[in-house]
């Protein structure tokens, strides 16, 4: 039998930590974490160094992401859950003295699910009034920032039936081919499908989320053309050390990764649209991975592939169905009562807020069990007027927050030393004015309550001409 390079589990800790080095060399705002992501990436790289550098990868990605949480990317939300997993079934491995860290068929059972709820969810949260029915769509939105990207104006591109037709397309895509990936006959179209969709998104600046969707993707190979790829990356000509295409590609990454560094900070080339760079990076992605997958696009024409042998997608242990349990209803916060951001709802224009929602098929807010998003304050007026502790509590005024939100503004306000700080809101329908609400024990608890950990909720916009699409 002929020797693998690369087996599933080494391809897939490659671009798993590839997806993290995307991430933060996006824009190099944390200077630390990216040097670190290309350290992690040139480790996974070689074999003598891959397992040991990837355990270390996923402890470390693993807490910074924990720092971020709940107030994380969806992409890293999504890392979040895989991470966990990994750890797991890694340490279950270390306790029965397995030595080996590499991922097994369960693990790469799982994350095929983990993919697979991930983009229903991205589907599923756009059937709603917002995305498919309004000027203010984001599937709409998403065409405009391209343009703007591309050209620093905004203006719309294309004739009017495509803004007509994108948002249903975009459902479409994203349910209808989640569902397509649970099948032999449909899931390998469905994942070109979504390689093309990710290919598009990429241009706009979203290649953090292609990376972690791609990684994932690895899962649904099926073992037996783990051969076929192991034959295609081969190099006819040997540069240094890098002897295949994975190692050129990645390498390449890296060079890319670092010269964002210079551009970002120097502004050689996009001076006049900083915005440029973005396409710039989505340009640079598509062209490396075209250049990885073109000898497999070609056989998969030449041999007129469009089914493959997909493997088993049955959970057959506790452990995985508790797995993909707990992802599901992370997903379905929103309909729950609880978060309403970073659970696989971006840019989808739902609203699950005051008891009521704009889902086409949850309108009435069925599942609702918990009272996070009915617990809204709507601020009248402060006093002092302004306080700019964070994006998350900029330009209160006027607007509605749940009372969690609340509560931990003012725990803001008061660890900041402010004596005084009145306010006028309207809770349950009832107007209050409070002198000193940020040292009332009705308002304010004495610590953050532990739902504050967990919980992050999209801003409520109720004017509709202040519709903008949320991540």
Known sequence: MQKLIYTKSDLFLIFYTLAYFLNETEKWDRPLFALASIGFLIGVLFSRTRNYTFTVFLFFSLIHI?????????????????????????????????????????DFLTLRWFLILVYFFTGF????????????????????????????????????????LSPFM????????????????TQLISLISFLLFHAYLTLGGFVDFAGVSIAIMISFIPDRYIYFVNDKIKLKRTYFYLNDKIKFIITLFIFTGIL???????????SENKNFLRFIQGILFNILFLYLLYPFILNAIKKKIIVWDSESLFLKSLRNQFAVLILFLFGFQNYLGLATAGTFSMFSNLETEGGKSNHILLRSNPFEIFPYQKELVEIIQFNPPIYDFSSKFRKLQGKKIPKLVFNEFLINIRDSGIERFDAHVIYKERSYKVKNIHLDPVWTTASLPLASYFLNFRPIIENKNEKMCMW
């Not at 720092?67 to 750890?87: E, R």
């Not at 975009?170 to 006959?185: N, Q």
């Not at 964002?260 to 996009?270: A, D, M």
């Open 170 to 185: 975009v459902v479409v895509l994203e349910l209808i081919e989640s569902i397509g990936l649970l099948f032999r006959r």
């Open 260 to 270: 964002w560094f210079f551009e970002i900070n120097l502004r050689n080339f996009t």
């Open 66 to 106: 924990l720092s971020d949480f709940p107030k994380s990317s969806n992409h890293f939300n999504v890392m979040l859950f895989v991470n966990i997993l990994l750890i797991l079934s890694f340490s279950i491995r270390y306790k029965l003295r397995v030595k080996e860290y590499t991922l097994n068929s369960n």
């Open 125 to 164: 949260h756009k059937l709603n009034d917002d995305f498919l029915f309004s000027d203010w769509s984001c599937a709409n939105w998403y065409h405009d920032k391209l343009i703007w990207f591309i050209t620093g104006d905004v203006f719309r591109p294309y004739p009017e039936f495509i803004y007509l």
